[in-house]
Structures are given as structure tokens and as C-alpha cells.
């Protein structure tokens, strides 16, 4: 059984650039949430989506935005790229929304210089 | 003030040891405890999920809970090096979002 697949793993970008990251989750699984790591904030929740939908947001700027399609995979962008954003972003897919514990993809490393 | 606290560490211990990771929080409505391992370049993987006080065992590890003092513990034991990792605790209330601790990095030394 495939895991969460993030893509790309490692992404370098410039100050001001936009960029999107891509998250498939388990077959079956209807529920993505993004998380953004950093050593200095730890783990920190973007947004969930179930069912195409928003169900939760995060405290973050309008710049972080989300979708989810209609397979379940969804994909997450950021515009006008600050270094601050550098960052380990971490998707994890549930069955639904709630659900017993989240399984992890192993994320995208993402570069701002 | 953090909702959930976490001691980052690192922590070091040999190998055999029993280990305790513990975890406070502020939320009260927090209903559902996880215990996430992440070793280097990975994403989170769960451990434990409990929804109750009391203790849950799984193999070498047993996760604690207290609701009456929001405080959450995870002991292992028999370290092995290969539970050299950050482990992370989590909670949340329903279907809301996970709230994660700062993570502890533990180190098991052969």
C-alpha cells in the first residue's frame, strides 16, 4: 500500500517567486492537512481539506493557499516568497476528517534565498 | 504561552534505558493524544493514540495520560539506538486541528 507522496522533495526558490507543492495521499484516504516545520516553530497547521473543501485553517497569511481535487490530491502554494517561509512542509492524509491518528508524507524542503 | 508544552532536549540516554517524553497543555477540551516518531529527513510517523486517561501499552512503549493535570507522558522501554528519533507529541479536540509540542530529540547511545 503507497504512502502519502509529497513532490518535489526539495524545491529552491527566490524571494518574491510563487510555488506549488503537490500531495497524493493513501488510496481511500478523503482527508489532506498541510503542516509547515521549522526549527524554530516546530510543527504548525496550515489548512485541512476534506471532500474539495476547507474544514480547518491555520493562523498563516492569505499568501499560503490549498486546494484538494476531486481524487483526494491536493496541492498547496504560496506566493510572493518571503525567507521566512524556508521550511519543511509536512502533508498527512486521514480516512476522514478526525480520524484515528495521520499518516505523513515526507514532506517538501523548501529554500528561500 | 505554547497550548501544548514540550521539553526539545536533546536527551540522551543508554542503551536499555527506560526512557519518559512527557508533554504539558493549556486546553482543556483537548480530547485525543498522540505520540508522533520523526527521524531525520522523514515525516512524523504515530506511535500512540489514546483518547482517554490512563495508560495504553503497545510493545516497549506506553503512552500516559492525565487529563486532571494536562499532562501526557510516553515511556519506552529497553532503548534500542534505533529509537534515535524527535519524538512529538499531539492532541486536538474533535475534528480539529492537531496541536503539536516543540518535538524532543532523543538520542540512545549503544
Known amino acids: 500500500k503507497a504512502g502519502v507522496t509529497q513532490t518535489p522533495r526539495y524545491l529552491i526558490k527566490t524571494r518574491g517567486q510563487q510555488v506549488t507543492l503537490s500531495c497524493s495521499p493513501i488510496s481511500g484516504h478523503r482527508s489532506v492537512s498541510w503542516y509547515q516545520q521549522t526549527p524554530g516553530q516546530g510543527l504548525q497547521f496550515l489548512f485541512e481539506?476534506?471532500?474539495?473543501?476547507?474544514?480547518n485553517k491555520g493562523n498563516f497569511p492569505g499568501r499560503f493557499s490549498g486546494r484538494q481535487f476531486s481524487n483526494s490530491r491536493s496541492e498547496m502554494n504560496v506566493s510572493t516568497l518571503e525567507l521566512g517561509d524556508s521550511a519543511l512542509y509536512l502533508c498527512?492524509?486521514?480516512?476522514?476528517?478526525?480520524?484515528?491518528?495521520?499518516?505523513f508524507g515526507s514532506g517538501t524542503r523548501l529554500t528561500v534565498v | 504561552q505554547k497550548e501544548v508544552e514540550q521539553d526539545p532536549g536533546p536527551l540522551s540516554v543508554p542503551e536499555g534505558a527506560i526512557v519518559s517524553l512527557n508533554c504539558t497543555y493549556s486546553n482543556s477540551a483537548f480530547q485525543y493524544f498522540m505520540w508522533y516518531r520523526q527521524y531525520s529527513r522523514k515525516g512524523p510517523e504515530l506511535l500512540m493514540y489514546t483518547y482517554s486517561s490512563g495508560n495504553k501499552e503497545d510493545g516497549r512503549f506506553t503512552a500516559q495520560v492525565d487529563k486532571s493535570s494536562k499532562y501526557i507522558s510516553l515511556f519506552i522501554r529497553d532503548s534500542q539506538p534505533s529509537d534515535s528519533a524527535t519524538y512529538l507529541c499531539a492532541m486536538r479536540t474533535g475534528a480539529q486541528k492537531l496541536v503539536f509540542g516543540q518535538g524532543t530529540r532523543l538520542t540512545i547511545n549503544p
Open positions: 481539506y476534506f471532500s474539495e473543501t476547507q474544514r
Open positions: 498527512a492524509s486521514s480516512l476522514r476528517q478526525g480520524s484515528e491518528g495521520y499518516t
